[in-house]
T-cell receptor, first 117, second 116 residues
C-alpha cells in the first residue's frame, strides 16, 4: 500500500499565530509532495510543489513568506502558516508522489482543517 | 494552459440507477493522465479511476468506468448501480507531464446525491 498521514487533522489557532501541518508518507519515500488548499464547496487548488532537499515551487498568487514549506526528509514535508488570519481558514491537503517521475501516482493525506479565530 | 471543466455542480440519481458525471479537458500535451476522485464529507480524497492518454480502451474499476473520447477531449465518469454511499463530491483531474512536475489540475467538482 501507500499511506500518507497528516497531523493534526484539525487545528484552531488565534489570529496572528503560526501553525505547522505535517505530511508524512508512512510506507514509501516521496521525493515530491504537493500541498493543496480547499475552501468549502470548492475545488482543490495547488499551493506548492515540495521537493526533498530543495526549495518549494509555489504557484502563482501563493505567498511564499506566509506559507513556509520544508521537505527535510524523504518521508516528511511541513507547511507552516505564519501569522494566520481568518481568511486562511481552509482545508489543507497534501499528496505524496511514489516515484521520481511525473507519471508516478500521487497518494493523498486525509487533510487538515484549519480554523483561525 | 491546461484546464479541466466539470459543468454539473450538482446531480441527483436514484439508488441502483447509473449516472454519468461530465468532464472535459484542454491541453496541448500529447501525453497526459486523467483521474477521477471521490471526496465524501470527511474530506479524504479517494482515487476511483485512471485513464492514460495513450490507453486505447476505456478504464474500468468495479462499478466505475471512464468514457474516454480523446477527439472530443472528454473523460466522463459512469457509476453503475448507484448506492447511497456514493453520495459525495466528485473531482476530475488531469496530470501535467510537461516539465516533469506531475501536478494535478482539478475541475470544479460535481456533488452527487443518491436518492433512496
Amino acid at each position: 500500500g501507500a499511506v500518507v498521514s497528516q497531523h493534526p487533522s484539525r487545528v484552531i489557532c488565534k489570529s496572528g499565530t503560526s501553525v505547522k501541518i505535517e505530511c508524512r508518507s508512512l510506507d514509501f519515500q516521496a521525493t515530491t509532495m504537493f500541498w493543496y488548499r480547499q475552501f468549502p464547496k470548492q475545488s482543490l487548488m495547488l499551493m506548492a510543489t515540495s521537493n526533498e532537499g530543495s526549495k518549494a515551487t509555489y504557484e502563482q498568487g501563493v505567498e511564499k513568506d506566509k506559507f513556509l514549506i520544508n521537505h527535510a526528509s524523504l518521508t516528511l514535508s511541513t507547511l507552516t502558516v505564519t501569522s494566520a488570519h481568518p481568511e486562511d481558514s481552509s482545508f489543507y491537503i497534501c499528496s505524496a508522489r511514489k516515484g521520481g517521475w511525473a507519471s508516478d501516482r500521487q497518494y493523498f493525506g486525509p487533510g487538515t482543517r484549519l480554523t483561525v479565530t | 494552459a491546461q484546464k479541466i471543466t466539470q459543468t454539473q455542480p450538482g446531480m441527483f440519481v436514484q439508488e441502483k440507477e447509473a449516472v454519468t458525471l461530465d468532464c472535459t479537458y484542454d491541453t496541448s500535451d500529447q501525453s497526459y493522465g486523467l483521474f477521477w476522485y471521490k471526496q465524501p464529507s470527511s474530506g479524504e480524497m479517494i482515487f476511483l479511476i485512471y485513464q492514460g492518454s495513450y490507453d486505447e480502451q476505456n478504464a474500468t474499476e468495479g462499478r466505475y468506468s471512464l468514457n474516454f473520447q480523446k477527439a472530443r477531449k472528454s473523460a466522463n465518469l459512469v457509476i453503475s448501480a448507484s448506492q447511497l454511499g456514493d453520495s459525495a463530491m466528485y473531482f476530475c483531474a488531469m496530470r501535467e507531464i510537461t516539465g516533469n512536475t506531475g501536478k494535478l489540475i482539478f475541475g470544479q467538482g460535481t456533488t452527487l446525491q443518491v436518492k433512496p
